[in-house]
């Protein structure tokens, strides 16, 4: 089973840029969907951005649109999500999850959790 370590989390200012990486262990990772999920304090943890195991398909949430970009690398069993024009609404816990092949949304087809990294955003 393949195991997520997040990195690249951080405090920025608003309007600034983050990268985030995830970093996967185990043969089996482009068999995997991949998401990006956040969890402010108080909130749910909910759905950020997905892409499928090609990476031809990419899902993001309204909130994130044209903002956030999701890709990966199989070769290097790496999932990034690139961070742009950050607001404050966007200070979270950011989790990298493996699932269904295809993609999803639904925070339960994922079955394999990183750790989380803390992205501060000021204003």
């Known amino acids: 089973q393949v195991q997520l370590i997040e990195s690249g989390g951080g405090l920025v200012q608003a309007g600034g840029s983050l990268r985030l990486s995830c970093a996967a262990s185990?043969?089996?990772?482009?068999?995997?969907?991949m998401a990006w999920f956040r969890q402010a304090p108080g909130k749910e943890r909910e759905f950020v951005s997905g892409?499928?195991?090609?990476?031809?398909?990419?899902y993001y949430t309204d909130s994130v649109k044209g903002r956030f970009t999701i890709t990966r690398d199989n070769a290097e069993n790496m999932v990034y999500l690139q961070m742009n024009s950050l607001k404050p609404e966007d200070t979270a816990v950011y989790y990298c999850?493996?699932?269904?092949?295809?993609?999803?949304?639904?925070?339960?087809?994922?079955?394999?959790w990183g750790q989380g990294t803390q992205v501060t955003v000021s204003s």
């Open positions: 999850a493996a699932g269904p092949a295809a993609g999803s949304s639904y925070r339960g087809e994922y079955t394999v």
């Open positions: 185990g043969r089996t990772f482009s068999i995997y969907g």
């Open positions: 892409i499928s195991w090609t990476g031809r398909s990419t």
